[in-house]
């Protein structure tokens, strides 16, 4: 059965698989949603190529298709993909097939042995400060309250990821408690996050400019209109990434993410309480480690206390 199975038909198999592993804890919904879109393109890209079959794959045709030409965010041509996008398809394929030889439906492993792609060096990293918590706040209240780029970092100040920030919608926000809720994410659980005096006001302006624009009685979105978990995570992304480079952090020699948020958020919560704790709890996490990494402490626990 194996031999004859087009991938096309072997491909909803996978990704109820990948569903199910997510259900269980095992990987995202936004890793899910992307390695689905690799694996739809790669059928499209092997069927182009007269391949129909999953054991009719070959490493040729899997190093064809990690160099194939894209697009980027705006819809526009790029001849030679980074690194980092033949990396992110190359883990695609990777599940593809190792969840299809788990389910019986193929014997072939294309990528086996596949040469490593090359890295880029990586851009050194920032310690943000309040002057650049600062700068970032200036460059992104340009063009409110239309604009998503200041909720965006109002989120992430205020303790949440991106992939929750991708899920925030107006009815989780509580402008009289100075709040907002998420549900938490894959590594993180719900909780409520404080708003402080800057990012108050930005929600509220924003959340009234969404319900005035948006079908009545329904909630919005605050921060992207995007249909996929993973288009959702990567427009905000890639929105706090226009801010970043608007401020001048971002430079062809250094990196800011919105991770670099999250780690500001927990040093201050640190200094502020004194308790590895509190920066759990605002963060969503249960591990006291995960807290202390982010909060750049050196700890060792001894009796369930910081030594």
């Known amino acids: 059965m194996a031999k004859r199975l087009h991938?096309?038909?072997?491909?909803?198999?996978?990704?109820?698989?990948?569903?199910?592993?997510?259900?269980?804890?095992?990987?995202s919904l936004e890793t899910v949603d992307l390695?689905?879109?690799?694996?739809?393109?790669?059928?499209?890209?092997?069927?182009?190529?007269g391949t129909q079959r999953l054991d009719e794959v070959t490493q040729a045709l899997v190093i064809a298709f990690?160099?194939?030409?894209?697009?980027?965010?705006h819809q526009g041509i790029i001849l030679n993909p980074a690194p980092g996008t033949q990396r992110q398809r190359r883990a695609g394929l990777e599940a593809l097939f190792s969840e299809a030889r788990a389910l019986g439906l193929t014997t072939a492993a294309p990528l086996l042995d596949l040469p490593p792609i090359p890295r880029s060096p990586r851009k050194t990293g920032t310690a943000l400060d309040a002057k650049d918590i600062a700068a970032l706040?200036?460059?992104?209240?340009r063009g409110m309250p239309a604009t998503r780029h200041a909720s965006i970092l109002a989120l992430l100040l205020a303790g949440l990821h991106s992939a929750e920030i991708a899920?925030?919608?107006?009815?989780?926000?509580?402008?009289?408690g100075a709040s907002i809720w998420t549900s938490g994410a894959t590594?993180?659980?719900?909780?409520?996050?404080?708003?402080?005096?800057?990012?108050?006001?930005?929600?509220a302006m924003r959340s009234t400019h969404l319900l005035r624009a948006g079908e009545p009685g329904l909630p919005q979105r605050l921060t992207t209109g995007a249909s996929s978990a993973y288009r959702a995570q990567a427009s905000v992304c890639s929105g706090?990434?226009?801010?970043?480079?608007?401020?001048?952090?971002?430079?062809?020699?250094?990196?800011?993410?919105?991770?670099?948020?999250?780690?500001?958020?927990?040093?201050?919560?640190l200094t502020e309480t004194g308790r590895l704790s509190d920066v759990a709890r605002r963060l969503g996490y249960?591990?006291?480690?995960?807290?202390?990494?982010?909060?750049?402490?050196h700890w060792l626990p001894e009796n369930g206390e910081a030594a």
């Open 286 to 297: 249960s591990s006291l480690d995960s807290a202390a990494a982010l909060a750049s402490l």
């Open 137 to 141: 706040r200036f460059q992104a209240e």
């Open 66 to 73: 990690l160099q194939a030409p894209g697009h980027d965010r």
């Open 167 to 176: 899920k925030a919608t107006t009815d989780d926000l509580d402008l009289a």
């Open 35 to 49: 390695y689905t879109q690799i694996a739809e393109r790669m059928e499209r890209f092997a069927s182009m190529h």
């Open 7 to 27: 991938i096309r038909t072997a491909l909803p198999h996978i990704t109820r698989a990948w569903l199910k592993r997510a259900a269980a804890g095992g990987m």
């Open 187 to 203: 590594r993180t659980y719900g909780r409520h996050c404080p708003l402080d005096e800057w990012a108050l006001p930005v929600l």
């Open 240 to 269: 706090f990434g226009d801010i970043a480079r608007r401020s001048g952090l971002a430079t062809s020699r250094s990196r800011v993410e919105p991770r670099d948020i999250t780690r500001y958020v927990a040093r201050t919560v």
